[in-house]
């Protein structure tokens, strides 16, 4: 092993030898070949130090081969499309690849913040909570820019992202998650049903597990029967395989939320194609074969570059080719651990001792290693020694403690079951004692789960489940599925005992790599009493980055327990949410991103307020004016500041005009509303206005507004800008779909008024001025929520709403759109005395949010009424869209 890839093993892996890619690292030029990932070229070339941690800037090493990786973040590409925090072992390799190491200054090898480990009793768990407090004026000048340059990871490219991004939908009988034994197993015996099938799998390769072991399947080796058991799916008209495809969420109806990464494998993507897809598929039901994530075991000095996962370790020499080290030590709990040793040895590499945490291991066990390999059992690793790279590891024996020379260490500390997906709908995980892990508990209708996914942790038992489970949700889906016989594999060792933790470490033992979460802090958490395990995690950050504590959680968990004298199972574990992984916001967003061919909307006045030098801010398709700044002001919030105040003193007004307005007419339009709104609407007065709530049929807020009955069969309802065009779908769909034989009809009446909110104490006197006489607007002719059709300006049409939403006297009026423009200057005119000053969107919800109105942010789609304080509202007498799923335990607050 030497020349450009000094650690790739002569023959064997997966890999295309005959198709060398280029790709540089930090500006130094490498080469890989086609099948590696950018994190088994590394490990070739090999680069040991690829990242600096995120809070004491600590060197990292290639931890694992998946996207559980906790250290190998790098930014990705350059100029506009570069990319921070990519795991470097879920990158495809392609020719041309720029990769840059990331968090840290000068350089990788030298990071001035490395300082910040030797300070880390200042550094402690809940630090920025009780530091930098005085005094307070340095906050914003000093403590968080200096924060916020530490603890940086990558950097955003600043402008915008010139990729394309698409949205798709899919349908099928049976969705497969994962392609490893289990998944195939499935996705085979459901589509030879006759179902419609889709298999997603994250990698781009399918097999899972079987491409990185040499364990056989039938006779012959494992990836052998992934390749054609895959080349039979394809082969069925009703199967769509989707590679580099993550599912990243479980949402209601059995939809489920899927990342494809369409062309993050080429240097650039082709003309027309996107570079990313995001899926929506709907499924009757799902196979969850995700697998199973290995735990690695908290000890002093484990974050040294070198230390990896000993699953991490097999996969990069029987699938890559790779070696990451000459003389590799395996440090576990289990009999699995043992298998790395086993494939080390088999290629060559020097295995100088299996350090065993139990006292004994079965004879078959350490026979296989045919004595070749020293076997120091009832032993822990208690510390490490090296900086930029592993030299040694201190081992503590029953007969004493000594050092071994090693430059990598693969550690064991059993599996965690990838159980994310199944608690995205609320599900929990619960213990399983026999495999010391959280399994999937209770799941939704329609998802299913087998395999490592589920805690079963033997080839052959992934094989039968799979089978089992795929033949299930094919039935539950409405076919028959024929059985297919379980392949024959070999027996495998699978015994393991609990070790989490190595008490009396040298040095800090880290439990979360990528936050520099140690088992101090964790103890020290819990010391200051954080002792639930949500509270734990948001206090030390145990978690929250970018891997979501994938290799963190469980340790981080057993530690809390041992300290409370609690079990596992009674600590608890937190709430996994979407997405499973990252997922680019031009992903979220996907062709809903600039104009488009649609026109800007612009309100009556819009030439008027670019005279007031307003700035303007894109509502849905309008431009609004956010503030009017003025000459002298420094910045936005200063001029903000001064329109509240105006409004709070004065009198000022806000152009409303892009609310939506429908007009509801007919002998209905009363019960229309009522089944429409939280609210009721029959019962309203003619003459008066009232405030609704409107629901989506989740139970969740779909929009909010106000509603005013002009006659006893017409009702004008406004609704919030953005939803304008929704809620008129909406109501559409309603009529025409679950309720048609009601007789009522209704329009969009937007564009036709414009209409101004005129707010502050002295809104009654500029109103007199523009308001045509004998209308009366005095408190008691006009009082609060009153409603009325008038003339303005010397006999213009008018409409008058006595509406406040910014805590003070405040009246909506409405004209013709034709003549919106000439009263925004009357306004101006005839409120001149009375000091009046136009404000903008920002000012408005400013005033909203201090007088406790709901703010346009909140309604979200993630709200309920009652999550707005607006539990009151919600009619107990009638039944309205959404009353009955908002009244599901997950959204009461018991």
């Not at 004298?565 to 680019?584: H, I, L, M, N, Q």
């Not at 406040?804 to 005839?830: H, I, K, N, W």
Request: hydrophobic share 40%; aromatic share 8%.
């Amino acid at each position: 092993m030497s020349g450009p890839q000094p650690f790739r093993l002569p023959s064997g892996g997966l890999i295309d030898r005959s198709q060398t890619l280029r790709f540089r690292f930090d500006g130094e030029a490498a080469t890989g070949f086609a099948g590696d990932t950018l994190a088994s070229a590394l490990l070739a070339k090999g680069t040991r130090i690829v990242g600096r941690s995120f809070k004491y800037h600590r060197p990292r090493g290639i931890l694992s081969a998946g996207s559980e990786e906790p250290n190998a973040l790098v930014e990705l590409r350059s100029g506009a499309r570069r990319e921070p925090n990519t795991k470097a072992t879920t990158i495809e390799l392609y020719d041309g690849l720029e990769a840059r190491s990331q968090n840290h200054w000068p350089s990788l090898k030298f990071d001035v913040l490395a300082v910040n480990s030797l300070l880390s009793t200042i550094f402690v768990a809940g630090f920025y909570y009780k530091t930098f407090m005085w005094p307070s004026s340095f906050w914003e000048k000093l403590y968080e820019p200096i924060i916020r340059r530490a603890a940086g990871l990558g950097r955003g490219a600043g402008v915008g992202d010139p990729d394309r991004y698409e949205h798709a939908y899919a349908f099928c009988d049976v969705l497969v998650i994962g392609a490893g034994p289990a998944g195939l197993a499935a996705a085979l015996v459901a589509a030879r049903s006759g179902a419609r099938v889709i298999v997603c799998n994250e990698d781009f390769c399918f097999g899972g597990r079987l491409l990185a072991e040499r364990q056989e399947i039938g006779g012959g080796p494992g990836h052998v029967w992934a390749r054609r058991i895959v080349d039979e799916l394809t082969s069925l008209p009703d199967v769509r395989l989707m590679p580099r495809s993550t599912v990243f969420g479980v949402y209601d109806g059995g939809t489920y939320g899927a990342i494809e990464r369409v062309a993050d494998h080429l240097p650039t993507p082709l003309p027309y194609q996107p570079r990313q897809r995001l899926w929506k598929i709907v499924a009757k039901r799902a196979v969850l074969a995700a697998g199973a994530i290995e735990r690695p075991i908290v000890f002093g000095g484990n974050d040294r570059p070198g230390i990896m996962l000993a699953s991490a370790i097999r996969s990069y020499i029987n699938r890559f080719a790779v070696v990451p080290g000459g003389r590799i030590a395996i440090f576990t709990n289990t009999d699995d651990g043992w298998q790395t040793a086993l494939d080390l040895a088999k290629v060559g590499v020097e295995v100088p001792a299996v350090i065993d945490s139990r006292p004994t291991v079965s004879p078959q066990l350490a026979a296989q290693t045919s004595g070749a390999i020293r076997i120091l059992t009832g032993s822990r690793v208690v510390a490490t020694k090296g900086w930029n790279a592993l030299r040694a590891v201190t081992v503590r024996t029953p007969a004493g403690t000594e050092d071994l020379e090693v430059d990598s260490l693969g550690v064991s500390g059993g599996w965690d079951p990838a159980v994310h997906l199944c608690c995205h709908h609320g599900g929990r995980p619960v213990w399983n004692d026999a495999i010391a892990a959280f399994v999937p508990g209770s799941l939704p209708q329609s998802l299913m789960v087998a395999g490592a996914a589920n805690g079963t942790l033997t080839l052959a038992a992934c094989l039968s489940e799979g089978l089992r489970v795929g033949a299930q949700a094919a039935q539950a889906a409405g076919f028959t599925a024929k059985p297919i016989d379980v392949p024959k594999t070999e027996d495998e060792a699978s015994g393991t005992a609990p070790l989490w933790y190595v008490a009396q470490s040298k040095g800090k033992a880290f439990v979360d790599l990528q936050n520099d979460v140690t088992a101090d802090d964790v103890t020290f958490a819990e010391r200051e009493g954080f002792r639930s395990v949500e509270h734990l995690k948001r206090y030390t950050t145990l978690g929250m980055a970018t891997d979501q504590g994938k290799t963190a959680n469980v340790n981080g968990l057993a530690i809390v327990a041992a300290i409370t004298g609690r079990s596992v199972a009674e600590t608890g574990t937190t709430t996994f949410r979407p997405p499973y992984t990252p997922v680019a916001i031009g992903a979220l967003a996907g062709p809903h991103r600039g104009t488009h061919f649609r026109p800007a909307r612009l309100t009556p006045s819009h030439a008027w307020a670019e005279e007031q030098n307003a700035v303007f801010v894109e509502a849905g398709l309008w431009l609004r004016a956010q503030y009017f700044p003025r000459p002298g002001e420094r910045d936005w919030l200063e001029t903000v500041n001064r329109e509240v105040r105006n409004v709070r003193s004065a009198v000022g007004f806000c152009d409303v005009s892009t609310l939506g307005k429908i007009d509801v007419q007919g002998p209905d339009a009363g019960l229309f509303l009522d089944r429409l709104y939280v609210n009721h609407w029959s019962t309203l007065a003619v003459g008066r206005a009232r405030y609704g709530v409107m629901l989506r049929e989740d139970g969740f807020v779909m929009d909010d507004g106000t509603t005013s009955r002009l006659s006893d069969d017409r009702f004008l309802m406004t609704t919030t800008t953005a939803n304008a065009t929704k809620v008129l779908q909406h109501m559409e769909f309603c009529h025409q779909v679950l309720w048609p034989e009601l007789d009522v009809q209704f329009v969009s009446v937007t564009d036709q008024w414009a209409q101004y909110s005129v707010a502050g104490p002295r809104a009654r006197d500029v109103l007199a001025g523009v308001v045509d006489a004998p209308f009366d607007i005095s408190n008691e002719g006009f009082p609060y929520l009153a409603a009325a059709e008038l003339t303005a300006l010397g006999g213009i049409a008018a409409r008058l709403f006595r509406i406040s939403f910014s805590g003070e006297l405040a009246y909506e009026l409405a004209v013709p759109a034709r003549f919106g423009d000439a009263l925004a200057r009357t306004l101006m005119q005839v409120g001149a005395r009375f000091g009046i000053a136009p404000y903008g969107t920002e000012a408005l919800g400013v005033m909203r949010i201090e007088k406790g109105h709901v703010a346009g942010n909140e309604i979200d789609g993630r709200t309920t009424a009652r999550d707005l304080g607006l539990a009151k509202l919600m009619s107990t007498r009638k039944d309205y869209i959404g009353r009955t799923m908002s009244n599901r335990s997950a959204l009461l607050d018991v």
